[in-house]
């Protein structure tokens, strides 16, 4: 089993920045990489970014190109999201997820197998 835990959302302003943060812990060896998720009220749960834990493989969703980051410290077991010119579109509970295998898509909820408990981002206009 893999426990996620985020943290860092909170109520901004557009144009402001926020860092989410996940902290893995449990078999974290058996992780092949990480997702950050996010779902508004009404939506579905959509790919935001990932990253893998061996080659740093990144990849984002056309929206948040530009403005968001994701990296990695292996050694803490944490993934990082900093986001910068947050827009009130972006304004969703984030969730942190784990894939264990390289299968399926990376984009899909599906492929994740461990999920935190969201952190809630609202970005006011």
């Known amino acids: 089993q893999v426990q996620l835990v985020e943290s860092g959302g909170g109520l901004v302003q557009a144009g402001d920045s926020l860092r989410l943060s996940c902290v893995a812990s449990?078999?974290?060896?058996?992780?092949?990489?990480m997702g950050w998720f996010r779902q508004a009220p009404g939506k579905e749960r959509e790919f935001v970014a990932a990253?893998?834990?061996?080659?740093?493989?990144?990849y984002y969703t056309d929206s948040v190109k530009g403005r968001f980051t994701i990296s990695s410290d292996n050694a803490k077991n944490t993934v990082f999201l900093q986001m910068n010119s947050l827009k009130p579109e972006d304004s969703a509970t984030y969730y942190c997820?784990?894939?264990?295998?390289?299968?399926?898509?990376?984009?899909?909820?599906?492929?994740?197998?461990?999920w935190g408990q969201g952190t809630q981002v609202t970005v006011s206009s």
């Open positions: 997820a784990a894939r264990s295998k390289p299968f399926g898509s990376r984009y899909s909820a599906n492929s994740y197998d461990y």
């Open positions: 449990g078999r974290t060896f058996s992780n092949y990489a």
């Open positions: 990253i893998t834990w061996s080659g740093g493989a990144i």
